[in-house]
């Protein structure tokens, strides 16, 4: 990837991009919009990522051969569901059409020290949504804070067979931040796992993908960066990456609600 081409960060951003809706008030018709968005003139997104009570809808929107992933939420936003809660959750989700499940890891327990929860969830979650659906675990990495933990809860959800591995929900104070992610990186490159990021929260901009791509390339080498290995957790992104493979100027860009 040219990094010093906005049209390619661009580009490459929309492959990878996790086209998102899970604001508290969703409605169904609010989501099959963004599913309609999903596809435009320049290619598609990777994946939606939507409530569970949409999945059904948006799976019949997109229909069977879509290029476009359909990814959903659980135990989402808070990560301190009861295990069989979330399994149930999960199940729904998988007969109703999701391709991708993004799991909340119980974070609160693993700051108490107790990793064995945070196991047991991931590890129940992943028998629930076995291959070939993907599993992403989100850590909140903005509530785990010392870098340690981060990348202790990295270790965790790589050694449970976690598919990706991601910041945060976008529903906490701090959410992705480039000094998490190079924790979480330097984990999977550690680790010799075929496993992906995601940054997820506060995303909005090329240029915000541009240094998260730049950061992917430092830590494990140009060309790692692919809609399998990496995705963009955002819903305000779509706009800046539109506007710069269209070529509007700055000024149009802003105001715009993606």
């Known amino acids: 990837m040219d990094l010093n081409s906005p049209k390619a960060v661009a580009t490459a951003a929309l492959s990878c991009l ?34 569970p009570r949409f999945v059904a809808a948006a799976h019949a929107r997109l229909g069977q051969n879509s290029p476009v992933r359909i990814a959903t939420v659980v135990n989402f936003p ?3 569901l009861p295990v069989e809660e979330v399994v149930g959750e999960t199940t729904r989700a998988v007969g109703d059409g999701a391709d991708e499940i993004d799991l909340v890891i119980p974070w609160k327990a693993l700051i108490a020290g107790d990793e ?13 949504a076995p291959a070939p659906v993907t599993l992403k675990t989100i850590l909140e990495t903005g509530e785990l804070k010392d870098p340690a933990l981060i ?21 906490v104070t701090v959410n992705a931040t480039l000094e998490a ?7 999977i490159q ?25 950061l992917c390339e430092e830590v494990l080498g140009a060309g790692w960066v692919s809609p399998g290995t990496f995705r963009f957790g955002a819903s305000g992104l779509l706009g800046d990456i539109l506007a710069t493979l269209e070529d509007r100027s700055p000024s149009t860009r802003q105001g715009e609600a993606y």
């Open 181 to 187: 992610a190079r924790i979480m990186l330097e984990v």
């Open 78 to 80: 808070f990560g301190d």
């Open 116 to 128: 064995e929860t945070v196991r047991d969830m991931i590890r129940a979650v992943r028998a629930a």
């Open 18 to 51: 996790d086209l998102t809706e899970l604001g508290d008030a969703a409605t169904q018709e609010a989501t099959l919009a963004l599913v309609d968005r999903a596809v435009n003139d320049f290619g598609s997104v990777a994946a939606v990522c939507i409530w």
């Open 151 to 171: 990348a202790r809860a990295s270790d965790i959800a790589l050694e449970e067979q976690a598919d990706f591995i991601k910041t945060s929900t976008g529903k």
């Open 190 to 214: 550690r680790s010799g796992k075929a496993v992906g990021f995601k940054p997820a929260g506060g995303i909005r901009t090329v240029d915000d993908a541009r240094a998260y791509f730049a």
